[in-house]
């Protein structure tokens, strides 16, 4: 199937056994913020501007690098937990495309309270089970907090 591609970006903030989430009306489905990545964005930039957006936390990715460099010519930038290709459905005017999405996890910085969404609640990880939401998001969450409950 030839169809066009865009790249987006989540994050997964997970703290304190408990996963933040936005109800999206149009799937009418649980998601962590997130978005497409705009002109010269870096992904990971682009998911802590969608968790500033969409929630109004100020956010830091949570590093899992095996190597970290900074040399004048280059230097290394946070890698996403998972990849994911997604295959979006046709929708009034867009056709059916797919999302590259480069998913992060990360932490809040300072208060926990989202801002400005009122859509957005704290889940219990042990809740996932009973939101209606993709089941691969729900398995990408099962394993951040798995990955990251030593942070």
């Known amino acids: 199937m030839s169809c066009s591609r865009h790249w987006t970006a989540t994050l997964l903030l997970i703290e304190e056994g408990k996963v933040l989430l936005i109800h999206h009306?149009?799937?009418?489905?649980?998601?962590?913020?997130?978005?497409?990545?705009?002109?010269d964005e870096l992904l990971h930039e682009a998911a802590l501007r969608e968790?500033?957006?969409?929630?109004g936390l100020?956010?830091?990715i949570i590093d899992d690098e095996h190597m970290m460099f900074a040399h004048s010519v280059a230097h290394s930038i946070p890698r996403p937990?998972?990849?994911q290709l997604e295959?979006?459905?046709?929708?009034?005017?867009q056709p059916?495309?797919?999302?590259?999405?480069?998913?992060?996890?990360?932490?809040?910085i300072g208060d926990l309270a989202p801002k400005g969404c009122e859509k957005a609640e704290w889940y219990h990880?042990?809740?996932?089970s009973e939101l209606?939401?993709?089941?691969?998001?729900?398995?990408?969450?099962?394993?951040?907090?798995?990955?990251f409950v030593h942070v």
Do not use: C, S
């Open 125 to 128: 990880l042990d809740q996932l």
């Open 51 to 55: 968790a500033l957006e969409e929630v």
């Open 81 to 83: 937990f998972l990849i």
């Open 25 to 39: 009306p149009k799937l009418n489905k649980w998601v962590p913020p997130g978005g497409h990545v705009e002109g």
């Open 132 to 147: 209606e939401m993709f089941e691969e998001t729900r398995e990408a969450i099962w394993k951040a907090a798995e990955v």
């Open 96 to 108: 059916a495309h797919q999302h590259i999405d480069a998913i992060y996890v990360g932490k809040v």
């Open 87 to 93: 295959n979006i459905p046709a929708y009034k005017d």
């Open 58 to 60: 100020q956010a830091e």
